[in-house]
């Protein structure tokens, strides 16, 4: 597609369910990153991934988060056992090869909204 | 860390300036500045490479102080586009695995 693509882009979910949150980067490029941003905050870093590879793990808040990304495309992350603190929007971001014409350049997605009642 | 911007806050009328800071306690390689209007994805605006090279956008300039880690991101001649919040990111890395977004700073243009 022309952009980077998230699914859904609003969730509501119940306390201790599990939810899954779907990015589809701008095709060609392999970095991959997830932001999330509470209500009227910044962006807070979650997680890298270079290739299928996610060499800097060390934003993601608990374990109860993970990612993962397949065929150096499509990323899930998935929040398990959700809690109320992990309500936000779920931001993801791809970028194309370094020394491109505007190197680092980072293209957003709309976001997922999760919603944990 | 997180980087360190301000004001956190301005309100400008159409054709003012204003300048926004960020400062890091760590050095840096390269500072990203993006805009995010309300309940819209964060567009890039312009990234500040070590070594003095910018590249992005026309109307709008920043400079990087490399010794002091610090960029300042000027808009001048404000046009009510211009109104949202505007956040400074920072690598450490010079790889950009790691942008490290700072707490935002609202701005808003009014006639």
């Known amino acids: 597609g022309a952009g980077v693509s998230q699914s859904p882009s609003n969730k509501v979910t119940e306390k201790g369910k599990d939810v899954e949150l779907r990015c589809d980067p701008i095709s060609g490029h392999t970095a991959l990153y997830w932001y999330r941003q509470s209500l009227g905050q910044g962006l807070e870093f979650l997680i890298y991934?270079?290739?299928?590879?996610?060499?800097?793990k060390s934003g993601l808040p608990s374990d109860r988060f993970s990612a993962e990304r397949t065929g150096g495309s499509v990323s899930t992350l998935t929040i398990q056992r959700t809690q109320q603190e992990d309500s936000a929007v779920y931001l993801c971001?791809?970028?194309?090869?370094?020394?491109?014409?505007?190197?680092?350049?980072?293209?957003f997605g709309e976001g997922s909204r999760l919603t944990v009642l | 860390q997180q980087p360190v911007q301000s004001p956190q806050a301005v309100i400008l009328r159409e054709g003012e300036d204003a300048v926004i800071n960020c400062s890091s306690s760590k050095a840096l390689y390269s500072v990203h500045w993006y805009r995010q209007k309300h309940g819209e994805a964060p567009v890039f605006l312009m990234i500040?490479?070590?070594?003095?090279e910018q590249k992005g956008h026309e109307k709008i300039s920043a400079s990087f102080n490399e010794k002091k880690q610090q960029s300042s991101l000027y808009l001048t001649a404000s046009q009510l586009s211009y109104s949202g919040t505007y956040f400074c990111?920072?690598?450490?890395?010079?790889?950009?695995?790691?942008?490290?977004f700072g707490t935002g700073t609202r701005l808003q243009v009014t006639l």
């Open positions: 500040l490479l070590k070594g003095g």
């Open positions: 990111g920072t690598d450490v890395t010079g790889t950009a695995s790691k942008l490290t």
């Open positions: 971001a791809s970028r194309g090869p370094l020394g491109g014409p505007v190197t680092g350049e980072l293209f």
């Open positions: 991934f270079q290739g299928n590879s996610a060499p800097d």
